[in-house]
């Protein structure tokens, strides 16, 4: 196990990815009051190296790209992580009251909310792919092979289908405070009224297990090949579990209310960072 440590003691909104190669991680974090900042770390206890700050910065979940919507300008920037400018601006509007924005793996597209409708256009031009009518959403992100897109909406989690150009292609029920994830495959975890955690089999649309552990899920995570699913609670407990049901270990990792999780991407490796601002890094099987 090791931690690495944001430079701040308060963090409300906290996004951790594991950078492609290495043991280094990319963070994106803010509070209510300040922008948001995207950040890597090339190992534990180095100083952290590129770095980008935005009110609106957005990351994408496999940590390769981040996007920022200017209200002032009306445009969409988005930037490869590590990189000195951005390698795609696409017009979207002046004053746009909904900034969430999201970019597909390789930077291929970039999707946010217009009103009621769900926007995917192509990137480096900017040209339309699909406009969807949906209802209200946040927290747009693209799975890491890009076949979902997926947003939280009013009490349901959305999940967008590419190959039918972006049509929904699963409601889910959840949360007032909703957190979601998806595979590449068919498989998605959602959060429940009942504080407790659903896994979902998107081609039969039904849950198949639940993970019930107590305590309000505030951090959540579903390993790429669908069979590890990882749970924070806002009284501190942290716990590995599979897809179906069964609790495999518990941690006591000081991090304060996690409030973000991720796994690597061949499933080795976990991470957990809480509110006040430490992230730990462990491998599974120790």
């Not at 002032?72 to 509007?93: C, I, L, N, Q």
């Amino acid at each position: 196990m090791f931690s690495f440590q944001i430079p701040t003691d308060r963090v409300d909104y906290l996004q951790v990815a594991f950078a492609a190669i290495g043991p280094g991680l990319v963070v994106r974090w803010g509070t209510q009051f300040t922008p948001y900042t995207v950040s890597t770390w090339d190992a534990p206890g180095s100083p952290s190296g590129w770095k980008l700050t935005a009110p609106a910065l957005c990351l994408s979940p496999d940590g390769e790209w981040a996007s920022a919507y200017d209200k002032g300008s009306g445009e969409v920037r988005v930037t490869r992580v590590g990189e000195g400018k951005p390698s795609a601006v696409v017009g979207r509007g002046v004053g746009a009251g909904n900034v969430w924005t999201a970019v597909a793996p390789g930077g291929s597209a970039v999707a946010w909310k217009d009103d009621s409708y769900t926007v995917v256009h192509a990137l480096p031009g900017g040209e339309p792919v699909a406009r969807v009518k949906s209802g209200w959403g946040v927290d747009l992100r693209f799975s890491a092979g890009g076949r979902w897109l997926t947003e939280r909406g009013e009490r349901v989690f959305r999940v967008f289908a590419r190959e039918s150009n972006h049509k929904v292609f699963a409601r889910i029920p959840a949360a007032r405070f909703i957190l979601g994830e998806v595979t590449e495959g068919l498989t998605a975890v959602v959060t429940t009224e009942k504080d407790e955690v659903t896994v979902w089999d998107l081609g039969r649309k039904a849950a198949t297990a639940t993970l019930s552990g107590g305590g309000s899920v505030s951090a959540l995570a579903l390993s790429a090949d669908g069979r590890r699913v990882l749970t924070g609670t806002t009284d501190g407990e942290l716990a590995l579990w599979d897809a179906d049901g069964v609790r495999l270990q518990r941690y006591d990792w000081e991090v304060g209310v996690p409030i973000a999780a991720a796994f690597s991407r061949d499933g080795t490796r976990a991470a957990i960072g809480g509110m006040i601002g430490r992230i730990v890094v462990w491998d599974i099987e120790d």
